[in-house]
């Protein structure tokens, strides 16, 4: 491997740019070769380093010119400081939420036990299709078949309850709503669209169903 190669491989895994596979390749070769190991951590250390340092000196830089310049100057230089200083800081926010959510996605998808996939039934297959294109960050294949499943589900809740079997069928399909819903958001999670997840997360722990509690503490994690 190549330094070019080397470097790049690095910059995206610290990124979370990395297939889930390309990770475990990754995290296997951290374990085996301790140069690496050391490499990555120097360079998560230097990151860090870099946004402190260059925030703290970008606001050093706004002191001193606020006391150099007369009022109005202060003024007018103090406003598009501030700007541009919120505009840094909420970004750098937006970037840490973004990667906390990461995580979580993760974590959460790791935690879910895979939908099985029985002969003959559509709502089963599309669940378990959507949660192996999850498994390989194919976020944008899983959605679509999550959207089907959500159709499905819809059509099946508009026929009349009439009997047990047919009160039985309902329930499985409100079941199943709730894993579609949960799937979406660990998918916005993993994307790190973090504040469309938010709302997709609020949603779920007023809903009272089976992730209800886990929507909750997913949510009181990220702040």
Same mark, same amino acid.
């Given at each position: 491997?190549?330094?070019?190669?080397?470097?790049?491989?690095?910059?995206? *895994?610290?990124?979370?740019?990395?297939?889930?596979?390309?990770?475990?390749?990754?995290?296997?070769?951290?374990?085996?070769? &301790?140069?690496?190991? @050391?490499?990555?951590?120097?360079?998560?250390?230097?990151?860090?380093?870099?946004?402190?340092?260059?925030?703290?000196?970008?606001?050093?830089?706004?002191?001193?010119?606020?006391?150099?310049?007369?009022?109005?100057?202060?003024?007018?230089?103090?406003?598009?400081?501030?700007?541009?200083?919120?505009?840094?800081?909420?970004?750098? *926010?937006?970037?840490?939420?973004?990667? !906390?959510?990461?995580?979580?996605?993760? =974590?959460?998808?790791?935690?879910?036990?895979?939908? !099985?996939?029985?002969?003959?039934?559509?709502?089963?297959?599309?669940?378990?299709?959507?949660?192996?294109?999850?498994?390989?960050?194919? *976020?944008?294949?899983?959605?679509?078949?999550?959207? =089907?499943?959500?159709?499905?589900?819809? @059509?099946?809740? &508009?026929?009349?309850?009439?009997?047990? =079997?047919?009160? *039985?069928?309902?329930?499985?399909?409100?079941?199943?709503?709730?894993?579609?819903?949960?799937?979406?958001?660990?998918?916005?999670? &993993?994307?790190? &669209?973090?504040?469309?997840?938010?709302?997709?997360?609020?949603?779920?722990?007023?809903?009272?169903?089976?992730?209800?509690?886990?929507?909750?503490?997913?949510?009181?994690?990220?702040?």
């Amino acid at each position: 491997m190549t330094d070019i190669e080397r470097n790049n491989r690095i910059d995206e *895994y610290l990124t979370w740019a990395m297939s889930e596979s390309e990770k475990a390749a990754f995290e296997k070769d951290l374990a085996e070769d &301790k140069n690496l190991s @050391d490499e990555v951590d120097a360079q998560r250390t230097i990151a860090g380093a870099v946004q402190t340092a260059h925030l703290r000196n970008m606001l050093a830089d706004i002191e001193v010119d606020l006391q150099r310049k007369r009022l109005l100057h202060r003024i007018v230089a103090w406003t598009s400081s501030a700007a541009a200083s919120m505009v840094i800081i909420l970004s750098g *926010y937006s970037i840490r939420q973004s990667n !906390v959510f990461k995580t979580i996605g993760n =974590e959460c998808f790791t935690e879910l036990t895979p939908p !099985v996939s029985r002969d003959g039934n559509s709502l089963d297959s599309l669940l378990a299709r959507a949660y192996s294109q999850i498994a390989v960050n194919e *976020y944008t294949a899983a959605a679509s078949a999550l959207s =089907e499943a959500r159709l499905m589900i819809d @059509d099946g809740l &508009k026929a009349t309850v009439a009997d047990e =079997e047919s009160r *039985y069928r309902h329930t499985l399909l409100r079941q199943h709503l709730h894993d579609v819903d949960w799937l979406e958001a660990i998918i916005l999670m &993993k994307q790190g &669209k973090w504040r469309k997840a938010l709302r997709f997360l609020d949603a779920i722990a007023e809903s009272q169903g089976p992730y209800s509690d886990s929507a909750r503490e997913t949510v009181t994690a990220s702040r």
